[in-house]
């Protein structure tokens, strides 16, 4: 299989369709080795109405990420079925409205800068074009930046773009391995958020570190900001940084 990767602008045309009436459909299901990002187990979960725990113990496996040290999952895959995605069927994604970000994205790859004078996030995208996939034949005039609006992308970028900080703070301040304390930590915080909510309301997890009221009130039942809360935790626990800080 061969991949070219093409830098495209926002406003350059996207000339991709994918659907059933393509000959490629659920090609790119198979042969996966698709890493999770915490909000992507967070829409997941939700979806299937499944605890985080076991959503996570049911269709993921835990590694640390070579480069970060950081815990991470992936999908745990069936290679008797081809290390297909478990939610994908003939018809296609089981949980297409909730699917993970890499699957909305496709066939872009996205890569952020965060400007230090302003603290601006800049975006960059790549069409990936590979030979098994057919949805280029076929014509759609629109934008790249039309194109993502429909995946509905937003949510995912900005949640993980949070998670791309975690990661540069994490090579920058304490390189290599964690110990298994920290890793199960930080896997707590940011995957199994259903248990972390749990900790923190009966066993005062946050030990007496100050969190507002209403942060208290959102978390409690606010997925989203529950993981906002979770990063912030793991900068506390790992770099003693300030849970209030943006």
């Known amino acids: 299989m061969t991949q070219d990767m093409m830098p495209v602008s926002l406003n350059d045309p996207m000339t991709f369709v994918c659907g059933p009436g393509n000959v490629c459909f659920n090609d790119c299901c198979r042969d996966l080795n698709q890493v999770l990002t915490p909000y992507d187990v967070l829409r997941l979960k939700n979806h299937l109405h499944m605890p985080s725990r076991m959503f996570l113990q049911t269709y993921t ?13 992936t999908f745990r895959f069936n290679p008797s ?24 994205l496709y066939p872009l790859a996205r890569a952020i800068s965060r400007s230090r004078e302003t603290g601006e996030i800049q975006e960059y995208y790549a069409v990936i074009q590979e030979d098994h996939c ?5 014509r759609n005039p629109q934008t790249v930046g039309q194109w993502l609006a429909g995946q509905e992308v937003e949510p995912y970028n900005r949640n993980n773009d949070k998670l791309m900080e975690l990661i540069h703070l994490k090579n920058r301040i304490l390189p290599g391995p964690l110990t298994p304390d920290q890793s199960n930590a930080v896997f707590l915080a940011l995957y199994d958020l259903d248990e972390f909510r749990h900790r923190i309301f ?41 849970m209030n800080d943006s």
């Open 61 to 73: 496996t835990r590694h640390s990420g070579p480069a970060s040290g950081l815990p991470v999952a």
């Open 81 to 104: 079925a081809g290390y297909a995605c478990p939610f994908v069927r003939d018809t296609g994604c089981f949980v297409y409205p909730d699917r993970p970000a890499s699957c909305r």
């Open 134 to 138: 057919k949805g280029f034949e076929d």
């Open 202 to 242: 009966s066993q005062d997890l946050l030990g007496g570190v100050p969190v507002s009221r209403q942060r208290m009130q959102n978390i409690g039942t606010k997925d989203e900001a529950l993981l906002d809360l979770g990063v912030k935790w793991v900068r506390y626990q790992l770099f003693g940084m300030d």
